[in-house]
């Protein structure tokens, strides 16, 4: 605990020196300092490592890390699986898509959220029955332990991974322009608190940090779009005719536009969107978290709620940053807006910036403060989430089932997941940095790709399906996690617009290979599971009854330890 | 424990668990999935429809259908949510008692 409290006050103290010595070399495209964004930053900051401490007395067991000691509710799940959810680029990236073009970001919107039915009517519940901490013990249920933990591990890891990256460069960039801080101290201030509440607080304090995140940014979202509704007299049409009058694509903001560059790709795209978020695993690890199979299935159904309300909100804001921001010279880079005559191109810092211009044009100064305060808690707790996730899949899948062959001691399993936070963290800094001016948009499509291909196929076959074997699983899942990576890399969006071959060089033309790597995923589960005559497949098939029953029921379920 | 299951199985309360939840789980997964993709396939094979204005207005047809898809994703998990707390649970609390053993 000592270490703890000379940690927050090294924390505390190093916060405003910061901000100092970004004022030094301020300039080029960062902001001015932004003092009530920093005010306002340092209370979230403060309050959140209160609650770390607060957790961290109440974390002893492997159960109180891992899941919270099943001790959080239905509700308070919900606004936490939100909370991991709903990140800064579904903020800022689909608020800016829409600044840019309009009905397209909606696209985006319904996709991000037709995942979560599914989730309701298959996995919650089975999920919440079967296992304890990790999806891998749902899918390692009834097959060969070492095998599946290894297959699940990668594929955790590697999403983790990818989705972990892209939001660290998204954070520097974020900050740097929010803030006025430096790149660099952005991504280690990331890195350092989301180590702080992993390490200290386990799931316990990410939970609360998510649930705090989540009721700031749906508050602050309501505002905005509430505040833009007002202008228009509460009339939508009117927010569209005047959006539609002064951007540079006039009407066609209104229907889908060149974001979807095949057919192929739209449902390509849609299909990791979908099945993408059934495979994540920072969110699926979330429904271990509540006491039983009901509180589960409630929680997945406010946070579904609560995160299509969300969108309809980001929606509203995107239109409303189109009048508002693009039409205020103050919000233009005044060289941009010379050359195109577009407000819309000429947006300071991006479209991604469109969100908290838009906080600025209707709440003045100090909501911009509170806007930005929150789309840093955002990076905060999905970060948190995600080291967490990364964590516990090394800790409990590889170090406590595969090496430790599941006798693993419980205090050397926190440990082991202590320490992965710290290297995960580590790892996380370094790479945020060295892909600064990387494009890493395509990152969290791969993160979800691969859950979609990889994850996703293992688990709903190994709840659904009896003829499911440990070979299949095994085989089929490498085939969707390798062609997913493949089909990625070869894309244009890495191999041209990244890796700076020739255009209409890449291989494959689809942007997201969900189309082949699922269908290449469950080809290969079906395929290598029915020719698996081995003793190990007789066994795998055997366990099929036993474990349908426990799914339906929760008779013999990891029950709620805080109590 | 292989008997307690054979019982369980054989038990009519886990047997109408299974085929209510089940049929309910794929129907309404099955409704999702087509009202998504035929969202999906009007973006990519037919955006013109979706850019069909409402009467004078600028607003179009796709607004309210891509606002309903999201609408449409909280009311199916409000349905399924409802059924299974006002049913299966009861359903399981009993064969929870009967298979004690």
Same mark, same amino acid.
């Given at each position: 605990?000592?270490?703890?409290?000379?940690?927050?006050?090294?924390?505390?103290?190093?916060?405003?020196?910061?901000?100092?010595?970004?004022?030094?070399?301020?300039?080029?495209?960062?902001?001015?300092?932004?003092?009530?964004?920093?005010?306002?930053?340092?209370?979230?900051?403060?309050?959140?490592?209160?609650?770390?401490?607060?957790?961290?007395?109440?974390?002893?067991?492997?159960?109180?890390?891992?899941?919270?000691?099943?001790?959080?509710?239905?509700?308070?799940?919900?606004?936490?699986?939100?909370?991991?959810?709903?990140?800064?680029?579904?903020?800022?990236?689909?608020?800016?898509?829409?600044?840019?073009?309009?009905?397209?970001?909606?696209?985006?919107?319904?996709?991000?959220?037709?995942?979560?039915?599914?989730?309701?009517?298959?996995?919650?519940?089975?999920?919440?029955?079967?296992?304890?901490?990790?999806?891998?013990?749902?899918?390692?249920?009834?097959?060969?332990?070492?095998?599946?933990?290894?297959?699940?591990?990668?594929?955790?890891?590697?999403?983790?991974?990818?989705?972990?990256?892209?939001?660290?460069?998204?954070?520097?960039?974020?900050?740097?322009?929010?803030?006025?801080?430096?790149?660099?101290?952005?991504?280690?201030?990331?890195?350092?608190?989301?180590?702080?509440?992993?390490?200290?607080?386990?799931?316990?304090?990410?939970?609360?940090?998510?649930?705090?995140?989540?009721? &700031?940014?749906?508050?602050? #979202? %309501? @505002? *905005?779009? /509430?505040?833009? +509704?007002? $202008?228009?007299?509460?009339?939508?049409? !009117?927010?569209?005719?005047?959006?539609?009058?002064?951007?540079?694509?006039?009407?066609?903001?209104?229907?889908?536009?060149?974001?979807?560059?095949?057919?192929?790709?739209?449902?390509?795209?849609?299909?990791?969107?979908?099945?993408?978020?059934?495979?994540?695993?920072?969110?699926?690890?979330?429904?271990?978290?509540?006491?039983?199979?009901?509180?589960?299935?409630?929680?997945?159904?406010?946070?579904?709620?609560?995160?299509?309300?969300?969108?309809?909100?980001?929606?509203?804001?995107?239109?409303?940053?189109?009048? &508002?921001?693009?039409?205020? #010279? %103050? @919000? *233009?880079? /005044?060289?941009? +807006?010379? $050359?195109?005559?577009?407000?819309?191109? !000429?947006?300071?810092?991006?479209?991604?910036?469109?969100?908290?211009?838009?906080?600025?044009?209707?709440?003045?100064?100090?909501?911009?403060?509170?806007?930005?305060?929150?789309?840093?808690?955002?990076?905060?707790?999905?970060?948190?989430?995600?080291?967490?996730?990364?964590?516990?899949?090394?800790?409990?899948?590889?170090?406590?089932?595969?090496?430790?062959?599941?006798?693993?001691?419980?205090?050397?399993?926190?440990?082991?997941?202590?320490?992965?936070?710290?290297?995960?963290?580590?790892?996380?800094?370094?790479?945020?940095?060295?892909?600064?001016?990387?494009?890493?948009?395509?990152?969290?499509?791969?993160?979800?790709?691969?859950?979609?291909?990889?994850?996703?196929?293992?688990?709903?076959?190994?709840?659904?399906?009896?003829?499911?074997?440990?070979?299949?699983?095994?085989?089929?899942?490498?085939?969707?996690?390798?062609?997913?990576?493949?089909?990625?890399?070869?894309?244009?969006?890495?191999?041209?617009?990244?890796?700076?071959?020739?255009?209409?060089?890449?291989?494959?033309?689809?942007?997201?290979?969900?189309?082949?790597?699922?269908?290449?995923?469950?080809?290969?589960?079906?395929?290598?599971?029915?020719?698996?005559?081995?003793?190990?497949?007789?066994?795998?098939?055997?366990?099929?009854?036993?474990?349908?029953?426990?799914?339906?029921?929760?008779?013999?379920?990891?029950?709620?330890?805080?109590? | 424990?292989?008997?307690?299951?054979?019982?369980?199985?054989?038990?009519?309360?886990?047997?109408?668990?299974?085929?209510?939840?089940?049929?309910?789980?794929?129907?309404?997964?099955?409704?999702?999935?087509?009202?998504?993709?035929?969202?999906?396939?009007?973006?990519?094979?037919?955006?013109?429809?979706?850019?069909?204005?409402?009467?004078?207005?600028?607003?179009?047809?796709?607004?309210?259908?891509?606002?309903?898809?999201?609408?449409?994703?909280?009311?199916?998990?409000?349905?399924?949510?409802?059924?299974?707390?006002?049913?299966?649970?009861?359903?399981?609390?009993?064969?929870?008692?009967?298979?004690?053993?």
């Amino acid at each position: 605990m000592k270490k703890l409290s000379l940690f927050l006050a090294i924390l505390f103290a190093s916060v405003p020196t910061l901000a100092l010595a970004a004022g030094v070399v301020e300039g080029g495209s960062k902001q001015a300092i932004n003092w009530s964004a920093i005010g306002m930053f340092v209370g979230f900051v403060g309050l959140t490592l209160v609650i770390t401490y607060w957790a961290a007395k109440r974390t002893a067991s492997a159960a109180d890390f891992y899941s919270a000691g099943g001790g959080i509710t239905g509700f308070q799940n919900g606004l936490a699986i939100a909370g991991d959810y709903m990140s800064a680029a579904s903020f800022l990236g689909i608020s800016g898509l829409v600044y840019t073009s309009g009905y397209d970001g909606l696209i985006y919107s319904v996709g991000w959220l037709v995942g979560w039915p599914i989730v309701t009517f298959l996995i919650a519940e089975q999920l919440r029955n079967l296992g304890k901490f990790t999806f891998a013990d749902v899918t390692s249920f009834r097959l060969g332990q070492t095998d599946i933990r290894i297959l699940a591990a990668c594929g955790s890891l590697v999403t983790v991974a990818f989705y972990l990256i892209a939001q660290m460069v998204g954070a520097g960039k974020l900050i740097q322009l929010l803030f006025g801080l430096d790149y660099w101290i952005a991504v280690v201030l990331v890195g350092g608190l989301m180590m702080v509440y992993v390490t200290f607080g386990g799931m316990k304090a990410t939970t609360w940090v998510q649930i705090i995140k989540a009721v &700031l940014l749906l508050s602050g #979202a %309501t @505002f *905005m779009a /509430g505040a833009v +509704l007002y $202008k228009f007299g509460f009339s939508p049409e !009117a927010l569209f005719a005047k959006a539609t009058d002064v951007h540079p694509k006039k009407l066609a903001i209104m229907e889908p536009g060149s974001l979807i560059s095949n057919p192929l790709s739209a449902i390509s795209l849609g299909l990791a969107l979908m099945f993408g978020t059934a495979g994540l695993p920072h969110i699926l690890m979330r429904f271990f978290t509540v006491k039983d199979a009901q509180a589960a299935r409630k929680s997945v159904f406010y946070a579904t709620g609560l995160i299509g309300y969300f969108y309809i909100l980001t929606f509203i804001i995107g239109f409303g940053a189109i009048t &508002l921001v693009s039409t205020d #010279a %103050t @919000f *233009m880079d /005044g060289s941009i +807006l010379e $050359k195109t005559r577009s407000g819309i191109a !000429a947006i300071k810092g991006g479209s991604n910036m469109a969100a908290i211009h838009l906080a600025n044009a209707v709440g003045g100064n100090l909501f911009l403060g509170f806007i930005s305060a929150v789309a840093f808690a955002t990076i905060l707790a999905v970060v948190s989430g995600l080291a967490l996730a990364g964590a516990s899949s090394i800790s409990h899948d590889l170090y406590g089932m595969v090496i430790k062959g599941g006798n693993a001691n419980e205090h050397d399993e926190i440990r082991v997941s202590k320490i992965a936070t710290l290297v995960l963290g580590v790892l996380a800094i370094f790479l945020g940095i060295v892909f600064e001016n990387q494009n890493v948009a395509f990152m969290v499509g791969l993160a979800f790709a691969i859950a979609a291909s990889c994850n996703f196929p293992v688990l709903v076959m190994s709840i659904f399906w009896r003829g499911l074997t440990t070979r299949g699983a095994l085989i089929g899942g490498f085939m969707g996690l390798i062609s997913a990576v493949v089909g990625v890399v070869l894309s244009p969006a890495v191999w041209e617009a990244t890796l700076g071959f020739a255009k209409g060089s890449a291989l494959i033309k689809l942007d997201n290979p969900a189309l082949f790597s699922m269908a290449l995923a469950f080809a290969g589960i079906w395929l290598f599971s029915i020719l698996d005559r081995s003793k190990r497949g007789v066994i795998d098939r055997g366990g099929f009854d036993a474990q349908y029953i426990r799914s339906q029921t929760g008779i013999g379920a990891a029950s709620a330890t805080t109590h | 424990m292989s008997n307690d299951l054979a019982g369980i199985e054989r038990d009519p309360n886990y047997q109408e668990l299974v085929r209510r939840r089940s049929s309910l789980g794929w129907m309404l997964s099955l409704i999702m999935l087509v009202v998504y993709f035929g969202f999906i396939l009007l973006v990519a094979y037919a955006p013109r429809i979706l850019g069909t204005p409402l009467g004078s207005g600028v607003t179009t047809i796709g607004i309210p259908i891509g606002l309903s898809v999201i609408v449409l994703a909280f009311v199916l998990t409000g349905v399924y949510v409802r059924q299974a707390n006002s049913s299966y649970d009861g359903l399981i609390r009993k064969i929870v008692e009967e298979n004690r053993s």
